[in-house]
């Protein structure tokens, strides 16, 4: 079993080491810095903390007005009230002037748990991936959070990220390269491909291994970036796999699923199968009960690759050998009346 | 022309109170700590409010919950949903067993209030500072209905720091809103810390007072102040009431008393026994 990390666990840890590389880092929170994480920040280097209290808006438009003077604000709270309540201070404010604020959410998705329907944003990614300039991060792991952090505080521009509250296994290894908008292929596969962002990485992992062991060749990419998405390895996948499968954390409308069909939709149609929260709120409940509750699992993954490809002409046609579209039989016979080639 | 308003409940006396919200104090760190997860801090500073509002002073009745021209009351601080739940339980509006099923998955009992899932529950809440706008609606609609109805609402000094506060606050005094009353549970502690540290949020009644609210200055848990601010406030014309309740975040278990680190934090076994036991009784 690999480690278990919440990506705002590395998210804090690694604020303090960005922090100490660059005296341009601000952080601001407002009144969650113990759980945010940014605590760790604040009592590192007081003077460059600002807790705002409970404010998102005013502490959105404090950022804006920091970054105009120089500074790199990092500001952060739930997903729900960075990217809710803030919607139009972050779009007006920070993404139309294109001003280098980095908001960074914990406590995305429905694995914030027990705190319910109002506190689980599963429409974050849709809305900030609706605001022009702004860049949509989703990392996978501790290592990605970490890592991805860096990328945002080196690159110039209006950025969010999500981080999770729950402990997720550690996937990647240290040396792992990361680059804001480009994917990574944690997976070789040919016959179909899982897009993964956030916590369904590993979801999506868990189920290519139970597929391999049926003889399918699964290939998994971390879709890390939302925003730019990766184009390339989109539409190399939609030529090269025969079914794209998105999972994520969030609605099943305007998130990853969403911005992989408009990419295929414009250069490489295709069939998707979107796997996510199905247009309806979340509820209280243990993360694991409400990931099964709501079918964000690697057992659903696989229910649903299977389910799809039962009706997938080609594979049951390799498999049967006659090219035929009929029903066939346990003997291999369809039905056809040995017509198109079935004995 | 309206039907007499039914008076059939008993009103709890100022000693009946003081049982009952020791009960609801029980509830909640029994609740919080079947569920490993919630807020006993806030929602035991609240108690004796929520006491007084539900067993003396609002005109319900858990036998017709939607009783037309009742008394409204929302908890703008959702967080502090177990003692909600558990005055609801204890006024009859379902059975007390359920107490226990508090944030657990298909309960009705959500880790922050639904109005489609709880009886008695008028306004899902959760989001700091939307509750309050939503009693500016409920006090505005029993205006253009000319009912009786009165609303309440239980705001958090933390919350105090939102911007919608603010901005309701503005509106119910200029739409004279005198049928809503504002209980402000001034318990000095938010999460981070204490109010005027994170950030200040002092003086609490001349602000209230210069955006044209009536403002009264109780102790949150003497229950006698508590309804004699009720009464006041029924009986102020023209402008809103706001009672400043000076209250104890975490009231009735020592270790958690005036501790900001109880404001979302669920007692293990042993806390559960002492804290059971501090509150006056057995499981
Ligand atoms: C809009 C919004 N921002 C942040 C939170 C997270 N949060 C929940 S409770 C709380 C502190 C509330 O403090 P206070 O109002 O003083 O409540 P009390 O101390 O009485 O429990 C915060 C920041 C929230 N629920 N809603």
Not at chain 1, 21 to 32: G, H, K
Not at chain 1, 133 to 154: F, H, Q, R, W, Y
Not at chain 1, 248 to 272: N, Y
Not at chain 2, 44 to 50: C, E, K, M, P, V
């Amino acid at each position: 079993m690999s480690k278990m990390i919440a990506t705002r666990e590395a998210y804090g840890k690694a604020l303090v080491k960005y922090g100490k590389e660059n005296e341009n880092i601000v952080v601001l929170d407002a009144d969650l810095s113990k759980s945010t994480k940014t605590a760790e920040f604040s009592t590192t280097f007081p003077e460059r903390f600002f807790n705002m209290g409970i404010a998102e808006q005013n502490m959105l438009g404090t950022a804006a007005g920091l970054a105009t003077s120089g500074k790199i604000p990092v500001a952060s709270s739930f997903a729900m009230f960075a990217a809710g309540r803030a919607f139009e201070i972050v779009r007006n404010s920070i993404c139309y002037p294109k001003l280098n604020v980095k908001i960074c959410a914990t406590h995305a998705g429905l694995t914030v748990g027990e705190d319910g329907a109002s506190h689980q944003s599963i429409e974050d990614l849709a809305i900030m991936r609706s605001i022009p300039n702004l860049t949509v991060i989703n990392p996978a792991d501790a290592v990605s959070a970490d890592k991805l952090l860096g990328e945002m505080i080196s690159t110039y521009g209006p950025m969010y990220a999500r981080f999770g509250r729950a402990a997720v296994p550690v996937i990647y290894s240290e040396d792992q390269k990361f680059e804001i908008g480009k994917s990574i292929t944690v997976k070789e596969g040919e016959d179909i491909t899982i897009i993964a962002t956030g916590i369904m990485v590993n979801e999506a992992l868990e189920a290519a291994k139970e597929l391999e062991k049926i003889g399918l060749s699964i290939r998994v990419i971390d879709m890390h970036t939302i925003k730019p998405i990766d184009e390339e390895a989109i539409v190399k996948a939609a030529i090269e796999t025969k079914l794209i499968v998105t999972a994520e954390e969030h609605s099943i409308i305007g998130g990853l699923g969403s911005a992989v069909a408009e990419v295929t939709a414009k250069e490489a149609p295709t069939f998707i199968q979107m796997i996510g929260v199905n247009d309806t709120f979340g509820e209280s409940g243990k993360p694991n009960e409400l990931l099964e509750k709501y079918g964000l699992t690697s057992e659903n993954i696989y229910n649903t690759i299977m389910d799809s490809i039962e009706f997938d002409d080609e594979i049951e046609d390799e498999e049967n050998g006659c090219g035929c579209s009929g029903e066939h039989s346990h003997d291999g016979g369809c039905g056809n009346g040995g017509g198109c080639g079935c004995k | 022309m309206y039907l007499k308003r039914r008076e059939n409940f008993m009103k709890q006396s100022v000693k009946e109170l003081k049982v009952t919200a020791g009960e609801i104090r029980k509830d909640i760190v029994k609740m919080v700590h079947a569920s490993a997860s919630g807020h006993p801090g806030g929602s035991l500073s609240a108690a004796d409010i929520l006491s007084a509002l539900y067993f003396n002073v609002m005109n319900i009745d858990p036998e017709n919950v939607k009783m037309e021209e009742r008394d409204k009351f929302v908890l703008s601080k959702g967080h502090a949903a177990p003692v909600l739940y558990s005055s609801l339980a204890r006024r009859g509006y379902f059975s007390t067993d359920e107490l226990l099923t508090l944030r657990k998955i298909g309960s009705f009992l959500q880790g922050h209030p639904d109005m489609k899932g709880t009886p008695g529950v008028e306004m899902s809440t959760g989001s700091l500072g939307q509750g309050f706008s939503s009693s500016i609606g409920m006090a505005l609609s029993a205006k253009l209905d000319n009912s009786p109805s009165r609303t309440f609402v239980l705001l958090g000094d933390g919350e105090l720091n939102e911007g919608i506060v603010w901005e309701a606050a503005m509106s119910a005094a200029h739409y004279k809103l005198d049928n809503l009353t504002a209980v402000l549970d001034y318990n000095g502690l938010q999460i981070d810390g204490p109010n005027d540290k994170v950030m200040g949020v002092s003086p609490v009644d001349r602000k209230f007072e210069s955006f044209g609210w009536n403002v009264i200055k109780i102790d949150g848990h003497n229950f006698e102040e508590i309804l004699k601010a009720f009464d006041s406030a029924k009986s102020t014309k023209g402008i809103p009431t706001i009672i400043i309740a000076k209250t104890i975040k975490g009231k009735g278990v020592s270790f958690m008393e005036n501790n900001a680190g109880w404001h979302g934090k669920a007692p293990s076994d042993e806390e559960l026994e002492i804290a059971l036991k501090e509150l006056g009784g057995d499981k």
